[in-house]
């Protein structure tokens, strides 16, 4: 009961659509807050604020304003993956070696061509390190969703699966939810290796 099919309620099409929406909005923020001193100082502390609540937590709260259906777990997914993704990425690009920031400075380069060639590269690896924390939050965030407001999902089978006494069930779907993550997670490492493989040159 409750289960349906088709590819908009997929869970991995949800995924894709909480990392989406996660990654561009976290990066943009991200690299605001660690290249702007400016941008930081106004909007730092609200954002520091705001990472304090757990998405869980918010749950009941946006249940009332979006319901139980696609809208809730998007915008929980999203928070869940735009926080770890701009944290990290503000810190990257902090800890960008000054030789970088002062070649740059001899250069005079354009301010696009500095964020190009210096300050992406110089921040890649921690940007891949919050993009993978970020999909294993979209991941989580999804099933708690599941869980505690909705109507289908593997989240919701649990629940009905326990309410029903189907420990075999409970079972499956939390193998599952290991799996998925699991993989998930394996993925996107080969994906930064592969990506990233000039670190090691």
């Known amino acids: ?24 909005l976290g990066l943009l923020l991200g690299v605001a807050l660690g290249a702007s001193p400016g941008f930081e100082s106004w909007i730092g502390p609200s954002f520091r604020t705001l990472v304090q609540i757990p ?5 009941p709260l946006f249940m009332m ?21 701009a944290l990290i ?4 690009i902090r800890n960008i070696p000054n030789s970088y920031i002062e070649v740059s400075q ?19 690896p921690a940007i891949f390190t919050g993009v ?6 979209v991941w989580v ?3 708690a969703v599941e869980v505690m407001a909705s109507a289908d999902g593997i989240g919701y089978l649990m629940t009905w699966s326990r309410l029903l006494f189907q ?35």
């Open 1 to 24: 009961p409750g289960l349906r099919s088709g590819g908009a309620r997929c869970p991995l099409w949800r995924v894709a659509q909480g990392v989406a929406l996660g990654v561009t």
């Open 167 to 201: 420990l075999d069930m409970v079972l499956v779907c939390v193998a599952t939810i290991g799996v998925t993550g699991f993989a998930l997670d394996f993925g996107m490492r080969k994906i930064e290796a592969h990506l990233l493989k000039w670190r090691g040159n």
């Open 132 to 137: 993978r924390q970020g999909v294993a939050h």
């Open 55 to 59: 998405s869980i937590a918010l749950i």
């Open 65 to 85: 304003v979006l319901g139980i259906d696609d809208k809730l777990k998007l915008f929980i997914m999203t928070k869940a993956c735009l926080i770890p993704l």
């Open 141 to 143: 965030s999804l099933v």
């Open 89 to 92: 990425t503000a810190d990257g």
């Open 106 to 124: 001899v250069l005079k380069l354009r301010r696009w061509t500095y964020y190009r060639w210096v300050v992406l590269p110089g921040a890649m």
